[in-house]
């Protein structure tokens, strides 16, 4: 059985991302989607849930570009000197895992960005992370001890089967998040979490297509499958060069993507479905 999570990214980052989410689920196949629970649009994007009770959301923890729960003094170690989080630099990487005192700092932004999520009153669908910074070892087991005090019963963890993509077209590069993203798999499933078996969207990150998403969903393999998009309707301050925002929308608007999906079978689901 073939059984697909369609799953958006940043909803609360902005107003064009949460208008984007919200018509994709509402006219197209978006079943889910990860709340930015420090993004300017939060509020917003918590507002328009509540007129959606058929969209999954879950926690998108987010340790880069947007400001952190918890005030800088609080975590002194995880941000630069205008308070905004710096742990994608190799010295902070480093000193998560080496560190004890790092770590306490991170546990503790990390706990505050599910009680964000928890006092939203939002069923909490799954968890993943900005930019998959869980992919990092200490980072996902924080999340999976803190996660399981908030009631997290599901994760991401991007394990892409290459040999899907290239069904579809060539693919660059070579897949350096595999053995990262395998790991975090076996540690979500043996906390008695869920995690699907196949992830699509970190090779055409911002670059999902309608004809990438038709390709992907007429080679969809057995399982679980998780495929992630980041849709808005236009630009907006925290955008990433070079993402095609409009398309990736364009891509679950997509009536021969729906088609694809009712024709073959395809289970559309949420995380809390599985």
Known sequence: MKTVIL???DFGVSIPVNAAIEQAHRDGILTTTSLMVTG?????????TRTMPQLG?????????????LPPERIPDLVDSSGMFRIEALGTSL????????RRQLTAEIEAQFRLFAATGLPLDHVDSHK?????PAIASVVIAVG???GMRAGRAPVEPRAVLRKVEPVKGVDIAGPFARRVRTKLRRAGMKAPDH???LAWSGAMTPDRLRGILRHLPDGVSEIYLHPATGDYALAAPGYRYQEELAA???????EIIVRGGIRLARFADL
């Open 199 to 201: 992830v699509f969207g």
């Open 148 to 150: 399981q005090r908030f």
């Open 132 to 136: 998959h910074m869980h992919m990092h």
């Open 57 to 69: 959301v879950g926690l998108h923890i987010a340790l880069a570009e947007v400001p952190p729960a």
């Open 7 to 9: 799953n958006a990214d």
């Open 40 to 48: 300017e649009a939060c509020a917003d994007a918590v507002a328009r």
């Open 95 to 102: 000193a998560i895992l080496l560190r004890p005192s790092v």
């Open 252 to 258: 679950l608007l997509d009536p021969v993507a729906r």
